[in-house]
């Protein structure tokens, strides 16, 4: 496990409510593999405690509806939308739409033609089973926890450089967006190697 805010590995499991102390509770918390939380549990609390940079992570992806109520955002996805390009090569767009029955996933290319013979480069559209779609959801936000990114990744010093946007739709209308400009999340090969084989599949590079 990787922390989402600074990539370190020196992470602790965060313990809520009063623990029992042991003495094996006790080497535990000294060696930092596991820190005190309180006593107040809300139920959407972090479960991590990065050692190096202090941030805590891991809470249960969720948004708050307009009713005040938690809503859990991986069963109520109606689409997660990639997209990342530069003023000289295009954008490519990943796009998984969540209908009741189906998922699909469409990948396109727009913006400078691709050095291909082929028609089809540069495209994908299929059917994403629900296995699939699991393991994907699942690797997003309970390994890599995008739904506490910050919202912005931006290098000004950078002119022309890489943008990129990941929004993710929630069914209740909700949306979350993490962008960036020439910089990236600690996570951000993680990220891409999760979303790379629909790059490969379309003939398109990340
Ligand atoms: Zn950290």
């Given amino acids: 496990m990787k922390c989402p805010f600074c990539g370190n590995t020196n992470i602790a499991r965060i313990m ?53 109520k938690h809503l859990n955002i991986i069963g109520n996805i109606s689409s997660i939308e990639f997209n990342i390009g530069g003023y000289f090569y295009g954008n490519d767009c990943v796009f998984f739409d969540v209908n009741e029955f189906d998922i699909f996933v469409t990948v396109n290319h727009t913006g ?26 699942d690797k997003l936000f309970n390994k890599l926890f995008i739904h506490e990114w910050n919202e912005n ?11 990129w946007e990941i929004t993710i739709t929630l069914t209740c209308g909700d949306t979350l967006k993490i962008s960036g400009s020439s910089a990236y999340p600690a996570l951000w090969s993680e990220f891409k190697r999760i979303i790379r084989p629909y790059f490969k599949e379309a003939g398109l590079k990340l």
């Fill in 112 to 137: 400078r033609p691709l050095e291909s013979d082929s028609d089809e480069a540069g495209h994908l559209e299929r059917r994403v089973t629900f296995e699939e779609w699991d393991k994907l959801t």
């Fill in 16 to 68: 809520y409510g009063l623990p029992a102390f042991s003495d094996n509770l006790v080497q535990e918390l000294k060696e930092g593999k596991k820190v005190l939380g309180g006593c107040c549990i809300s139920g959407i609390d972090p479960v991590y405690h990065c050692n190096e940079c202090n941030n805590k992570f891991g809470s249960p992806a969720h948004v708050i509806d307009s009713n005040g």
């Fill in 153 to 163: 990744y931006d290098d000004l010093s950078v002119c022309d450089g890489e943008q």
